[in-house]
């Protein structure tokens, strides 16, 4: 059974930073593409970074580019966001997914195309 454990999320000020952790379990996890979404109130899940096999890149959405960095421990698989400059409008819950080992090394930002989700973890930005 796959499980994804997302971490980390807390209440934070505006300017600050935050990392966020997801522990997964049941799957490969070196074949599958990660990522982190996450929702707002009222607003649909939206696309945040995802990070391919080993050294096979990332991709952010505009909105957090050079403030969020995302990377991957395959041997204790882990996978963090690394949050900074955070911003009220960052306020949401994040979500961590995989990726389907089927599905290649190719990086989605649709939440169709990822089979495995976490519960998420809250994090809020104080102004």
């Known amino acids: 059974q796959v499980q994804l454990e997302e971490s980390g999320g807390r209440l934070v000020q505006a300017g600050g930073s935050l990392k966020l952790s997801c522990a997964a379990s049941?799957?490969?996890?070196?074949?599958?593409?990660m990522a982190w979404f996450r929702q707002a109130p009222g607003k649909e899940r939206e696309f945040v970074a995802a990070i391919r096999w080993a050294g096979g890149g990332s991709r952010y959405a505009d909105s957090v580019k050079d403030r969020f960095f995302i990377r991957r421990d395959n041997g204790q698989k882990i996978v963090f966001l690394q949050m900074s400059s955070l911003k009220p409008e960052d306020t949401a819950v994040y979500f961590c997914a995989a990726r389907p080992a089927r599905a290649g090394n190719i990086i989605m930002e649709e939440t169709t195309e990822y089979e495995y989700w976490g519960q998420g973890t809250q994090v809020t930005v104080s102004s």
């Open positions: 049941g799957l490969t996890f070196s074949t599958n593409v």
